[in-house]
């Protein structure tokens, strides 16, 4: 198969970034074996063009459109490309959900970080390629826990855009910090344009950086009542939790109990009261919640006296087990399907 890329005149209506955007698809069309042809003086081109490919005497007319971040909703929002015109998004990062949005919708992408999709009539390029060395490495778009407390608001609250000062005293952090979790989060392309969640990939981030240290006890403490310790902030979670909430896990006769409490003074208290055992070994184990709104007031029922943490809490710790916990949730048909 023969390939020929000739560059055209670009157009200058976004100079710059249009001009980079055009240069990296050269660069990955290059790195799969793709010829790049210098530009002809005059070219009767359709004038959406930025490049002109020939695959085995075909001519492909490219069109390029520049993004810094790509998301289902925002792909789902492009208008198809013309006919006769292979529509290329480039952007640094360009989401899963985008990434099927847009074959949908019938554009290929190259997203910088190192990945091209070029199909038209005839023609499938799909491959990694070098990674763009002007895409600047991101930051972490869930770090710390008060961007958590974030990204657990907003996948408890589908549709919902956060107001910063307005939900402080549900997310427990200031205004900034709640501001600044939330444009991670979009430049990241976890939540719409409109601040709204965008898909499943927020929680499966959440779920990536769910990792609540756990303690383990050599005694069940009793759900009920205890003359000496406080269980009324703890929270069941694990496979218990989940499977009294309808997701399709067997349980054991004899397990080991998965239990949520609000802070490190409880942990404490938990372990001189009933003892600590070596990891796995133990009857029950105990983790700080990761988000204070899992051991908040309410609960969505109870299993073995255990008040059960909410859906979501339980939904994130079954991901945490990249096995069969998340082939549980991908069966799992509770709540909004926001793990689906």
């Known amino acids: 198969m023969a390939y020929h890329v000739d560059m055209v005149a670009v157009r200058h209506d976004d100079h710059g970034r249009h001009d980079a955007a055009v240069e990296a698809l050269v ?25 002109v490919v020939d695959v085995d005497g075909r001519r492909l007319v490219v069109e390029v459109k520049v993004a810094a971040s790509v998301d289902g909703g925002r792909a789902s929002r492009l208008t198809p490309p013309a006919d006769g015109v292979v529509g290329v998004v480039v952007a640094d990062r360009v989401t899963a959900e985008a990434r099927t949005d847009l074959s949908a ?43 958590m407390s974030v990204a657990y608001w907003l996948l408890t609250h589908p549709g919902r855009a956060i107001a910063p000062t307005k939900q402080v005293d549900e997310i427990g952090y200031s205004p900034a910090t709640i501001s600044r979790s939330v444009t991670r989060l979009a430049e990241a392309g976890l939540v719409g344009d ?21 303690v383990w006890l050599a005694d069940v403490p009793s759900p009920r009542r205890d003359p ?26 004899v397990t080991t109990l998965d239990l949520y409490v609000g802070g490190p003074v409880e942990l404490t208290i938990a372990q001189r009261r009933w003892g600590t055992a070596p990891p796995g070994a133990g009857a029950a184990a105990l983790a700080v919640a990761p988000v204070g709104a899992v051991v908040g007031p309410g609960a969505p029922g109870e299993a073995g006296g255990w008040s059960i943490a ?31």
Request: proline residues 10%; glycine residues 10%.
């Open 194 to 214: 409109d601040g709204t969640v965008a898909g499943t990939e927020l929680f499966w981030a959440l779920a990536d950086v769910w990792r609540p240290e756990r």
């Open 27 to 51: 660069d990955a069309l290059r790195s799969v074996g793709l010829g790049v042809g210098e530009p002809p003086a005059r070219h009767p081109r359709d004038p959406a063009a930025d490049l």
């Open 228 to 253: 000496v310790t406080n269980l009324s902030t703890y929270r069941l979670t694990g496979d218990v939790a989940a499977a009294a909430l309808g997701a399709p896990i067997v349980v054991p006769a």
């Open 105 to 147: 919708a019938g554009w290929s992408w190259l997203d910088r970080r190192g990945h091209l999709r070029l199909r038209a009539p005839g023609v499938v390029v799909d491959a990694e390629v070098p990674a763009a060395a002007s895409v600047p490495r991101p930051a972490p778009p869930i770090a710390g826990r008060g961007a």
């Open 310 to 340: 909410p859906l979501l809490a339980v939904a994130l710790h079954l991901a945490t087990d990249r096995g069969r916990g998340r082939e549980a949730l991908l069966e799992w048909a509770a709540g909004d399907g926001i793990w689906r």
